[in-house]
Nanobody
Framework: QVQLVESGGGLVQPGSSLTLSCATS????????IGWFRQAPGKEREGVSC????????YYAESVKDRFTISRDNAKNTVYLQMNSLKPEDTAVYSC????????????????????????WGQGTQVTVSS
């Protein structure tokens, strides 16, 4: 029932931009937290950013702060990740994930970047930054 589908990945040169989309269905964004994660070969999955669908509160990993922007369109049930000034280090499979706001708030000891907190995941989209 709950589905998340990422799109917008691709091959770009350093310094360029990409915007990823996470199309959701089966739930209302207003009651969920949506996170963007990435995983590069041989590395752990990293929380990139998240947004609360209810009030639009956002959080970012230090490595992408001031370069990436997360946003949402509740009417379209879609969350976006605008990525600017891309670096080779940003190369990874990017996935979006969802968890109910209630569960997120009750998950004692967890943070927005804890991937185990999220219940639903998209298939991922590849972002490659290379010259």
């Amino acid at each position: 029932q709950v589905q998340l589908v990422e799109s917008g990945g691709g091959l770009v040169q350093p310094g360029s931009s990409l915007t990823l989309s996470c199309a959701t269905s089966g739930f209302s964004l207003n009651y969920y937290v949506i996170g963007w994660f990435r995983q590069a070969p041989g590395k752990e999955r990293e929380g990139v950013s998240c947004i609360r669908g209810s009030d639009g509160t956002t959080y970012y990993a230090e490595s992408v702060k001031d370069r990436f922007t997360i946003s949402r369109d509740n009417a379209k049930n879609t969350v976006y990740l605008q990525m600017n000034s891309l670096k080779p280090e940003d190369t990874a499979v990017y996935s979006c994930a969802a968890v109910s706001l209630l569960k997120f708030r009750l998950a004692y000891g967890s943070t927005w970047s804890a991937h185990r907190t999220y219940d639903y995941w998209g298939q991922g989209t590849q972002v490659t930054v290379s010259s």
